[in-house]
């Protein structure tokens, strides 16, 4: 039986993907984040929240005062226009021991998805990626191992999307990426296999990796904040619910030593040093949070009588682009669920759609697809290319360009269209049985012809 007690193992974990299969006597293990998690986070999604490490540090009635307490810096982050519309309105303010204040580039990754720009690739063909290899050693930290697969548009445009991916076997030393033990400015975050983590456009962080070596999958977004998909007609609840997303307390570290901050502007590396700590806030208000989801805690929904309803059920999270009628991206996951439908192919049917997926596989196997797909691999199909479907999913309504790494990667694998060969043509078995229908026709519109 699946309890909270014998969850000992993060891997124990897993098992509640599959919660169908596992429970005994109806019970299902209820927990708002997992034994093993260090940290307190507060739950909800969009909120005004605020958090102190110090209690009546933040000021009351205003939000910059002449003299903040303990001499902190009020120092305030925004992520929209100033005359953005309040409810999306992006912002948050920092109370910080001291205020915020070149790398070389990393030649494995990419922001220009442009066809113009000779370093990415179009292909039409569906394309997939063995698991990307974690490199030996220990002196590959997280901003060094990533890798860029594919996108579209450019952050100058601030409209696009990117996907990485992530290898990494050490820890980042006194440097933070000015973007999985995860410390940011507002707080800590306790990431594990199975959960996502959203950190926001220009907030500081450093990444552990404290179980050894580490890879995963990254959604990088350009002019968008994700959001909650709308509802609809499911109603009050259901998909991801907003209860279910953590952001983190207030965290702070006072060192007097050298750190180096890494910021990544259009698409570019950069670095600045400096002689303190810059994960110093000692207490914060507002939306604009870091944040992290169990994808164990998705409500899926699904068809009761027949035929399968759209993947648009499983979207986590949206992001909006300038076309109210098509997403810039969503994050979709395609977890064990209960299938009830009656008379209906049981695997996703065959379908063309206008949007471009990039996939990945978290662990286990993958019973959708036709070829060898492995944890830790990735696949790519641009819209209108037949296909199926997959564990989790970055979708969008813009088409992607490979990028050089991955284009010339020897993890690159073409799907071989001759997959499809050994399927039956069923239809032309029935070759005399046509033909008497459409003479039949034909016969039944010569007499309409004739009256």
């Known amino acids: 039986m699946l309890t909270l007690a014998n969850l000992k193992f993060p891997i124990k974990y897993q098992d509640i993907f599959h919660w169908a299969e596992t429970q005994k006597d109806g019970a299902v293990p209820s927990f708002g984040t997992r034994k093993n998690d260090p940290y307190e986070y507060q739950s909800g999604f969009n ?66 998805f442009l066809p113009i720009n000779s370093r990415v690739h179009i292909s039409p063909t569906q394309l997939a990626w063995l698991p990307f290899e974690i490199p030996a050693g220990n002196d590959v930290d997280f901003v060094a191992g990533l890798k860029t697969i594919a996108g579209s548009g450019d952050p100058t445009l ?26 940011t400015e507002f707080g800590m975050l306790f990431v594990q296999p199975g959960e996502i983590v959203v950190i926001q456009r220009g907030q500081k962080f450093k990444v552990a990796v404290p179980d050894g070596p580490s890879h995963g999958y990254i959604l990088e977004i350009w002019g968008s904040n994700f959001e909650l998909p709308e509802l609809g007609p499911l109603g009050a609840n259901g998909l991801a619910n907003a209860r279910d997303f953590f952001h983190p307390t207030a965290h702070y ?6 750190w180096s901050v890494i ?30 989801y169990g994808l164990t805690k998705f409500v899926n929904v ?43 192919y049981r695997p996703p049917y065959y379908h063309r759609n206008v949007a471009s997926e990039f996939m990945g596989l978290l662990y286990g196997e993958y019973g959708g697809r036709s070829d060898d797909f492995l944890p830790g691999g990735a696949s790519y199909e641009c819209g209108m290319v037949p296909h199926g479907a997959i564990a989790f999913v970055f979708e969008s309504s813009r088409p992607f360009t490979i990028t050089d790494y991955a284009w010339n990667s020897n993890r690159k694998r073409e799907h071989d269209p001759k997959m499809w060969d050994n399927l039956v043509d069923n239809f032309s078995k029935h070759e005399g049985e046509v033909k008497k229908l459409l003479a039949l026709r034909l016969t039944k519109a010569n007499r309409n012809g004739n009256q």
């Open 158 to 183: 601030r409209e696009g999307i990117a996907t990485h991916i992530y290898v990494a076997n050490s820890n980042m030393k006194n440097s933070a990426f000015g973007t999985l033990d995860i410390q």
């Open 253 to 258: 570290e006072i060192k007097q030593e050298s």
């Open 263 to 292: 910021y990544k502007l259009g698409g570019k590396f950069f670095q600045s040093t400096q002689q303190h700590s810059p994960l110093d806030v000692v207490a914060w208000h507002g939306n604009y949070v870091p944040y992290k």
């Open 47 to 112: 909120n005004t929240f605020a958090s102190e490490a110090v209690p009546g540090t933040p000021p009351q009635g205003q939000n910059s005062p002449r003299n903040v307490r303990f001499g902190l810096y009020a120092e305030q982050m925004i992520a929209s226009a100033f005359v953005a519309p309040r409810h999306l309105k992006k912002k948050a303010w920092l109370y910080r021991a001291r205020p915020s204040a070149d790398l070389p580039d990393n030649p494995d990754t990419e922001s220009n």
């Open 302 to 344: 699904g068809s009761i009588s027949v035929d399968h309803i759209d993947p648009s059920i499983f979207c986590v999270l949206t992001a909006r682009s300038r076309d109210p009628a098509a997403p810039l991206a969503d994050f979709l996951i395609f977890s064990p669920r209960w299938d009830a439908a009656s008379h209906t």
